[in-house]
């Protein structure tokens, strides 16, 4: 079993459309909780970056971390054909250097 | 400013071959990363530095696979008699530091193909 799992997608939405993302993970001992977004031949850029449960907002992007249900979202209000991309969540211990991810959802936001 | 820059951006080679992928990080960045992206799927953790040690390496796949970084800032991912199953897009990424609320900022890549 991987310790984080993501639904792969794709997934396809009107523009103007509400979208969730979404990761489970098992390790309790991950404590930092990232989404990335990756476009075509691009590398990831970091989009939100979290560290507590609750919930994190930035523009039109919502990052929820529920550590008791070891369960992160990423909310994208008023979706445009720009966010059209794959999204990588990621998760860092507190004791290591290196982020374990997903294996991404690719969205595909329609005019 | 300046990004993670990696070099080549593509790179095809013949099986057997031996091949190095070089990152250049952030300026002042002490911390460097390496992953490995196969086609559809996330990102695979090779190794990470911390100025020019590596206290994990645990992602390496195989004796083949090395890396060093010099200096505190460029590193190389050296790949000996590569194979097939190298092929993939090996991303760079660098942080200020260690510390897991530094995050991690990536380069767009070398997309290795082995013949």
């Known amino acids: 079993q991987k310790e984080v799992e993501q639904d792969p997608g794709p997934l396809s939405v009107p523009e103007g459309a509400i979208v969730s993302l979404n990761c489970t993970y098992s390790?309790?001992?991950?404590?930092?909780f990232m989404w990335y977004r990756q476009y075509s031949r691009k590398g990831p850029e970091l989009l939100m970056y979290t560290y507590s449960s609750g919930n994190k907002e930035d523009g039109r992007f919502t990052a929820q971390v529920d550590k008791s249900s070891k369960y992160i979202s990423l909310f994208i209000r008023d979706s445009q054909p720009s966010d059209s991309a794959t999204y990588l969540c990621a998760m860092l211990r507190t004791n290591a250097g290196k982020s374990t991810f997903g294996d991404g959802t690719t969205l595909t936001v329609k005019p | 400013g300046a990004g993670v820059s990696q070099s080549p951006s593509n790179k095809v080679t013949e099986k057997g071959k031996d091949v190095e992928l070089r990152c250049d990080p952030i300026?002042?960045?002490?911390?460097l990363y390496w992953y490995r992206q196969s086609l559809g799927q996330g990102l695979e953790f090779l190794i990470y530095f911390q100025g020019n040690s590596a206290p994990d390496k645990s992602g390496l796949p195989s004796d083949r696979f090395s890396a060093e970084r010099t200096g505190g800032s460029v590193s190389t991912l050296t790949i000996q008699r590569t194979q097939q199953e190298d092929s993939a897009v090996y991303l760079c990424?660098?942080?200020?530091?260690?510390?897991?609320?530094?995050?991690?900022?990536f380069g767009d890549g070398t997309r290795l193909s082995i013949l």
């Open positions: 390790n309790s001992a991950f404590q930092y």
């Open positions: 990424a660098s942080s200020g530091t260690a510390h897991p609320n530094q995050p991690q900022h």
């Open positions: 300026s002042g960045h002490t911390a």
